[in-house]
């Protein structure tokens, strides 16, 4: 098969482990970005396309230039991903979505951020860097309360994390959420206002669909305390529009540290969330570690095998392959 692996801008794919498991077949991997008529023309011949998260949007357009395209193979949710489309054309497009494997590299990136924005890592070392001395004092993490937005298993991993340093733990998220919090022996808050009102730093753990779009709206983040630090290493659609921006100007909450943001890749110094002088930014690195990459693209290579095999799994439309 004509396996084509998209976006691997850091080209690590060909050096893990796992890239054998394609030994076989004829394989290229783009370690650049592409769009419009470049992108349709390096696909071309392709007869599978391995995505790289949500890197690249597979829609109509795309598919009705690919004639030979039989299968999208992936990993996790696909709003990216046109799957009507898919359908539509008779192209198979498998997804797993691992119920149980925590993602250890998004939630050890969290703790990275919680700890930078509270030491302010990034402002004291480019003082040492500019062989300048101490700017300011920061604050210990022990005693205090982190907010949780989101009982699941990233968020799971930041509390163990949180309760290593000593801090208080709470939780706020869906009705089915917050149940099984409290069945687990966890803290909820009272209310969604308390959960907001009160913790030192806040962290976002859910996944972004139709009904965890815009959750976090404005009149949330103004109840956020001028100190505190909401972490967003999720995706940034959980926040309304404009209102992440808008309630740093005003002050609450005091400081966020972002992954992730509403257009990515961001290229422009001057994007006022990433320009802005109460944010840290990192580009989107949460699941970036090649042990990270090696587990995910196991998954999506044996994807490609099983249908070659003629027994698909996770399959998102099996009913293209159940037609005649």
Not at 63 to 72: K, Q
Not at 103 to 130: C, F, I, S, Y
Request: charged share 20%; with cysteine; hydrophobic share 45%.
């Amino acid at each position: 098969m004509k396996v084509h692996l998209l976006d691997d801008w850091a080209d690590t794919l060909r050096g893990l482990p796992s890239f054998a498991r394609l030994s076989g077949h004829d394989v290229s991997v783009w370690t650049d970005a592409a769009e419009g008529d470049a992108l349709t023309a390096r696909l071309h011949e392709a007869e599978v396309i391995c995505l790289f998260r949500e890197r690249t949007r597979i829609t109509a357009t795309l598919l009705d230039a690919l004639p030979n395209l039989r299968m999208i193979s992936g990993r996790g949710v696909w709003p990216h991903v046109d799957v009507a489309a898919c359908t539509a054309r008779g192209i198979v497009f498998c997804s797993n979505k691992p119920a149980e494997a925590p993602n250890h590299a998004a939630a050890e990136l969290t703790w990275a951020l919680v700890l930078a924005a509270m030491r302010d890592l990034p402002g004291q070392m480019a003082r040492a860097k500019a062989g300048l001395w101490q700017s300011g004092v920061g604050r210990t993490l022990a005693g205090r309360t982190i907010g949780l937005y989101g009982y699941g298993r990233i968020g799971k991993l930041v509390a163990a994390y949180a309760r290593a340093f000593g801090m208080r733990v709470i939780w706020w998220g869906s009705d089915e959420g917050r149940a099984r919090a409290v069945a687990a022996g966890e803290e909820v808050a009272q209310s969604r206002e308390a959960f907001f009102a009160t913790p030192d730093i806040i962290s976002l753990h859910m996944r972004l669909t139709p009904s965890t779009t815009g959750i976090v709206t404005p009149a949330d983040l103004a109840l956020m305390g001028a100190r505190s630090v909401l972490v967003n290493t999720s995706r940034a659609g959980l926040i309304a529009p404009g209102a992440l921006l808008q309630a740093l100007n005003a002050g609450r909450p005091g400081q966020a540290a972002l992954d992730v943001f509403d257009v990515e890749p961001v290229t422009d110094p001057g994007d006022p969330l990433v320009s802005h002088p109460q944010v840290i930014a990192t580009p989107h690195i949460g699941f970036v570690t090649e042990d990270e990459f090696d587990l995910q693209f196991a998954d999506i290579y044996d994807q490609v095998n099983a249908l070659v095999a003629g027994k698909p799994i996770h399959v998102v439309n099996p009913e293209v392959w159940s037609r005649p």
